[in-house]
């Protein structure tokens, strides 16, 4: 855990140095920098569970088509729940519905970790699901204290503290559960969700820029925004990134068990390096390339690597080879999801990031839930039929699907 921490901080350190308009940004460094172990944290937890859920569903008596249904429910209830949440953080404050979040976390993961019964991890996990808010939140406070042209960079390190937790999330997971079982790494990351609200509440204040008193909830209002044509265009492609990458991430732990046999040790241990190349490209090469090409641009690069390496993957199962296409997926994934929230961002108003970065994680959740039923659906079929990676051909599609939108999106902006 030392070194995790020392991980954020060195993450941390490079990009606040980096900053080049410090009026803004000085005043919350010690608040972003709690804020960011706080996306760590909880992400971390959340890693922590995903190289054996699959497992710890067999081994309760599930199927692989049940194992999707148990991600849909968490996803399902982000979906439901988390526009609610983060509209009500425009109103009543970052930091109370960050504390509140982390306080259900750690007790669905408790929950989970006691499950002898199937409707116990469903249980678990669809109230993790109503925490999901946390990520939104955390986005609309760096949206408080940054300056429109240090978004993409903040917003980049959050990403990259999410990053490191899928480093080191799905190794301490995959470890512990083929040691122990499912139960000790489900009950360390409920420690970890109770440790993040101790950190949360006494280092992270409310933004100083937060004026509680001059934001009026309003859904109305929140709706107004959404239908503008720009917002409209970037949640529809958010939407289709995320249905690609649900496709992904719920077909690789069945897909690597079948094509190579690994167990959730070797399943964690690719989760691991993923994690690594997604923290290095949202914390390092991302801010270095926002700085010759513009967030369009990068966002159609981030698209381009994504469905190369999904085709890719669909037809090599040579390891090296893999592993260099999982580096480019997880470049492509991590580009994706700084440049299209920054975009998202910088075209609502102040008052509303809160609830347009709440809908926009809501429509991920919906991605969420309906993808892993699908995705399983997929790979069962293509497996019968002796294709292993019909899903992640699947999956590309999607992913391609999503060029047109982000054109379109420029071609709004450029009329204006």
């Known amino acids: 855990m030392l070194i995790c921490r020392a991980s954020v901080r060195l993450v941390g350190k490079i990009l606040l140095s980096q900053n080049q308009d410090h009026s803004r940004v000085a005043v919350s460094k010690s608040a972003l920098s709690a804020l960011f172990f706080v996306v760590f944290l909880d992400n971390l937890g959340f890693a922590i569970v995903v190289p054996y859920l699959f497992f710890y569903v067999l081994t309760l008596g599930g199927s692989p088509f049940l194992y999707g249904i148990l991600l849909a429910s968490y996803s399902l209830m982000s979906f439901v729940f988390t526009p609610f949440l983060a509209r009500l953080s425009d109103r009543y404050g970052r930091r109370k519905i960050l504390l509140v979040g982390l306080a259900i976390s750690s007790l669905s993961y408790f929950i989970f970790g006691s499950a002898h019964v199937i409707w116990l991890l469903f249980l678990g996990r669809m109230l993790s699901g109503t925490t999901a808010a946390t990520v939104p939140v955390a986005q609309a406070y760096v949206a408080d204290v940054t300056t429109p042209n240090q978004r993409l960079r903040y917003l980049g390190l ?16 995959g470890t512990l559960s083929s040691l122990f079982g499912y139960a000790v790494p489900s009950f360390l990351a409920s420690a970890l969700a109770f440790s993040n609200l101790v950190l949360a509440f006494f280092r992270l204040p409310e933004p100083a820029s937060f004026n509680i008193k001059k934001t009026v909830i309003s859904f109305s209002a929140l709706l107004a925004v959404l239908r503008k044509r720009a917002i409209a265009q970037l949640l529809a492609v958010y939407f289709l990134f995320f249905v690609a990458f649900v496709f992904l991430q719920t077909a690789l732990s069945p897909w690597l068990q079948r094509v190579f046999g690994f167990g959730t040790l070797q399943t964690g241990l690719i989760f691991f390096y993923v994690g690594a190349v997604s923290a290095f490209s949202q914390a390092i090469l991302l ?17 381009a690597a994504l469905t190369i390496g999904l085709f890719a993957l669909s037809i090599f199962t040579d390891l090296p080879f893999v592993l260099a296409v999982a580096a480019l997926i997880s470049f492509g994934f991590g580009v994706q999801f700084v440049t299209i929230n920054t975009l998202i961002s910088l075209n609502t108003p102040k008052d509303a990031q809160g609830g347009a970065l709440g809908v926009a994680w809501a429509i991920a959740g919906l991605a969420q839930t309906i993808a892993p039923v699908f995705a399983t659906t997929a790979f069962t079929f293509g497996v019968s039929e002796g294709f292993n990676g019909l899903v992640f051909v699947v999956s590309a599609l999607v992913s391609l699907a999503t060029i047109p939108l982000v054109l379109n999106y420029k071609k709004v902006q450029t009329t204006k």
């Open 287 to 303: 801010p270095a390339l926002s700085k010759k090409l513009d967030r369009l641009t990068l966002t159609l690069i981030g698209i």
């Open 158 to 173: 959050l990403g990259a503290a999410a990053g490191l937790a899928f480093i080191f999330g799905p190794a301490i997971g």
